[in-house]
């Protein structure tokens, strides 16, 4: 996964769907992100898209 803020080999995608009350899936309504460990949410993608930029770090 490569944002603005680099590029990201470890990245783990999730997809999320919103139900109706049937319990079926919503058209346009699916989300998907990218998460990486230690640093978090790197790309949103659904009702707008969203992409990390910068981050830092800070080690304990």
């Known amino acids: 996964m490569t944002t603005p803020a680099g590029t990201f080999t470890n990245a ?26 230690g640093v978090g949410k790197v790309r949103e993608e659904g009702e707008r898209t969203e992409e990390l ?4 770090v800070k080690k304990p």
């Open 12 to 37: 783990i995608k999730v997809q999320r769907d919103k139900l109706n009350k049937s319990g079926e899936v919503k058209e346009e309504k699916q989300r998907l992100y990218w998460l990486v460990p």
């Open 53 to 56: 930029v910068s981050y830092d």
